[in-house]
């Protein structure tokens, strides 16, 4: 079945460093991926999608690009702000899962200042 | 546009007793979705209507679980009786179809404690 693994957290950064969550994925159709960000004590919301192979998906600085080759669509950022302290959950939904979304665990990010 | 609201925030009972969850999905979406957040875990669906019909309802434990949206707007989502293990944040969501590329907006969110 479908399936989506992504690194476990926290991950803690300065202001301003690089940011890499990786998140790999098992499909049998031909996916379309997420990035969701949940932030203190509201409800999730999409940061970027990519729905086909090579798209880069982008939004607030953040960038993932869809990789069939590798099954991956890692977030990047390259200047995170402490206002980035979040969950960021990766996601997937094909037809052959019958367009249920598939969600990784969620890694948790905190930006110190 | 207002997003989607859900009722209430947070919620303790004891195993055994009921609960029931309300969520107004946002207006005009077809498709609603309730979501199982497990401390520690991403979302695991349980449910999804497209209007008031069930599209799938596969991880629904339907022994203890049940859910309607009857005029294909609002929804409830009932466990009856509650076990330790349905502690955990409900989730509810929608979206305007349920294409693979619909994005699907979020609740804040029912937080559930069975003691």
């Known amino acids: 079945g479908n399936s989506v693994t992504q690194m476990e957290g926290p991950v803690t950064l300065s202001e301003e460093a690089f940011l890499t969550i990786n998140c790999t994925y098992t499909?049998?159709?031909?996916?379309?991926l997420f990035w969701y960000v949940q932030y203190p004590g509201e409800g999730l919301q999409l940061l970027l999608k990519?729905?086909?192979?090579?798209d880069k998906g982008s939004n607030k600085g953040f960038e993932a690009t869809y990789r069939k080759e590798t099954t991956s669509f890692h977030l990047e950022k390259g200047s995170v702000q402490v206002s980035d302290s979040a969950v960021y959950f990766c996601?997937?939904?094909?037809?052959?899962?019958?367009?249920?979304?598939?969600f990784g665990a969620g890694t948790r990010l905190f930006v110190k200042a | 546009e207002a997003g989607v609201a859900q009722s209430p925030r947070y919620k303790i009972i004891e195993k055994r007793q009921s609960v029931a969850f309300w969520c107004n999905p946002i207006?005009?979406?077809?498709?609603l979705y309730w979501y199982q957040q497990i401390l520690g875990q991403g979302p695991k669906l349980l449910i999804q209507?497209?209007?008031?019909?069930?599209?799938?309802d596969s991880q629904l434990p339907k022994d203890r679980f049940s859910a309607e949206r009857l005029k294909g707007v609002d929804s409830t989502l009932k466990i009856q009786p509650a076990k330790l293990e349905d502690s955990a944040v409900y989730l509810c969501?929608?979206?305007?179809?349920?294409?693979?590329?619909?994005?699907?907006?979020f609740g804040p969110g029912t937080r559930l404690t069975v003691l």
């Open positions: 207006s005009g979406h077809a498709t």
């Open positions: 990519a729905t086909k192979a090579d």
């Open positions: 969501a929608s979206s305007f179809t349920s294409g693979r590329r619909d994005e699907q907006f």
């Open positions: 209507f497209q209007n008031n019909g069930v599209v799938d």
């Open positions: 499909a049998t159709g031909y996916p379309s």
């Open positions: 996601a997937l939904s094909d037809e052959t899962g019958g367009f249920k979304t598939i």
